[in-house]
Nanobody, 127 residues
Framework: QVHLVESGGGLVQSGGSLRLSCVAS????????IGWFRQAPGKEREGISC???????KYADSVKGRFTISRDDEKNTVYLQMNNLKPEDTALYYC?????????????????????WGQGTQVTVSS
């Protein structure tokens, strides 16, 4: 059975940092690209970052320069280091796994190309 479990969310002040983790099981992890998405109340789910099977990365403009994605295939885990957090980063953060994600394409940050999803972890940034 496929599982993606996010952790590391919480409440942080503006300018602070958090590190999210996504632990995967039930599928061949190193065959899949992993993406991070977020959804704020009343808004669409937004793709913010992804990492390919080779370690290539992609970021949305809204987080570029502040967030860093990485993967550890030995631990079946992907991390999202989030620095200089802003109140507008407040959202439920999800990780997702996609077998056919092309990081060279704009679709790499589209939720439609991902196959498996976690339940999310809440990030709240206070001003």
């Amino acid at each position: 059975q496929v599982h993606l479990v996010e952790s590391g969310g919480g409440l942080v002040q503006s300018g602070g940092s958090l590190r999210l983790s996504c632990v995967a099981s039930g599928f061949t992890f190193d065959y899949y690209a992993i993406g991070w998405f977020r959804q704020a109340p009343g808004k669409e789910r937004e793709g913010i970052s992804c990492v390919s099977v080779t370690g290539s990365t992609k970021y949305a403009d809204s987080v570029k320069g502040r967030f860093t994605i990485s993967r550890d295939d030995e631990k079946n885990t992907v991390y999202l280091q989030m620095n200089n957090l802003k109140p507008e980063d407040t959202a439920l953060y999800y990780c997702a796994a996609g077998l056919s994600v092309d990081l060279a394409a704009v679709q790499a940050l589209w939720k439609e190309v991902y196959d498996y999803w976690g339940q999310g972890t809440q990030v709240t940034v206070s001003s």
